[in-house]
């Protein structure tokens, strides 16, 4: 299935019949949820395949309306089913607490041969329950995009960024084609994983955080100068409040599923290296600390010095196998 080719002498690619119609048969999608994320991908979709038919769906009627004026979607439908009728592509730009309770209310209404992609910071949880639940004329393929999202819906939110991709071993490769097609036209670089590492990964760069902000706050909270310590707010960096909304972006899902185990992990290796640091400050061997600063002082450069994507189909594998052994997957 191709999503949106802008020549007039290419023709779409039904993903139920595997037979081409005509592009003036425009194929819907549908966008479920149309906060900034939503909005900025209809208005990409709309930028990149004008022939598109966007239709929108947000339980919120204020949120359908300005996407609507802002011209991300061409119409929205407040019935769900009615609004992912015959659609060809759904993209569920929703919080990861809704996509399950939403798969499940769409599982009976799709079309045959429909795709369904998500945009949550976590994956697992929902591959195996479409696994378990969808109709098997119905493919998922998970997504999250890690584009910081701007203050205000953008056609360009998504330029130039990493847009993960979590598609199941088994994946209708037209289904797949369908949701890369996407990305393409959001302009942002796919990046394939296993759903399983996708979720490791993530525990590591954003559960690991939040949680080490969330104990920064607690023990602030716990401390009997806290009066003072609220005086002297502004020297709290502001990275360690805005933690806890990262930590309601995908850490409650996390909890409630087996990634826990991996978020467990990383916090054992924290734990430790908090605990080296504490036994370095407590000996007062100058040496020691003396190491322990140079070491503080580099993480910085030596984080940004080591980030290299990788370069080849090979490289991918490598780092997946890597990974799933370090938690312990198969």
Not at 79 to 99: K, Q, R, S, T
Not at 147 to 169: I, N
Not at 215 to 228: G, R, V
Request: net charge neutral.
């Amino acid at each position: 299935m191709t999503i949106g080719q802008p020549q007039a002498t290419r023709s779409y690619r039904c993903l139920s019949g595997r037979t081409t119609v005509p592009e003036k048969q425009r194929k819907r999608v549908t966008i479920v949820g149309l906060g900034r994320t939503g909005q900025s991908i209809g208005l990409a979709l709309r930028q990149g395949a004008p022939s598109l038919e966007l239709v929108g769906h947000d339980r919120d009627p204020d949120a359908s309306r300005t996407a609507q004026r802002a011209g991300a979607v061409h119409k929205t439908h407040w019935n769900l089913p009615a609004a992912c009728d015959g659609a060809a592509l759904v993209i569920l730009a929703l919080p990861a607490a809704e996509v399950i309770p939403t798969l499940a209310a769409l599982r009976s209404e799709l079309r045959p041969g429909a795709v369904v992609t998500d945009t949550a910071p976590i994956k697992s949880p929902f591959g195996r329950w479409a696994k378990a639940n969808l109709p098997g004329s119905v493919h998922y393929v998970g997504g999250h995009p890690l584009a910081q999202m701007p203050e205000r819906a953008s056609a360009d939110a998504f330029e130039g960024s990493v847009y993960c991709l979590t598609p199941p071993a088994d994946a209708e490769p037209e289904a797949v084609a369908a949701v890369i097609q996407v990305v393409d036209l959001l302009r942002a670089q796919p990046l394939f994983l296993e759903a399983e590492e996708h979720d490791g990964l993530m525990a590591a760069l954003q559960q690991l955080p939040a949680l080490a902000g969330y104990a920064t706050l607690e023990t602030l909270l716990a401390s009997s100068a806290l009066a003072d310590l609220q005086g002297l707010s502004q020297a709290l960096p502001a990275e360690v409040l805005s933690l806890g909304s990262l930590a309601a972006a995908g850490f409650e899902a996390a909890m409630a599923e087996s990634e826990r185990s991996v978020v467990a992990e990383w916090l054992r290796r924290y734990i430790s290296l908090l605990q080296a640091t504490l036994t370095a400050l407590e000996s007062g061997d100058e040496e020691t600390m003396k190491a322990l600063v140079g070491r503080l002082q580099s993480a910085p450069d030596r984080w940004l010095g080591s980030g290299q994507t990788a370069s080849s189909a090979d490289d991918a594998s490598r780092r997946s196998q890597y990974w799933r052994r370090m938690f312990g997957m198969r």
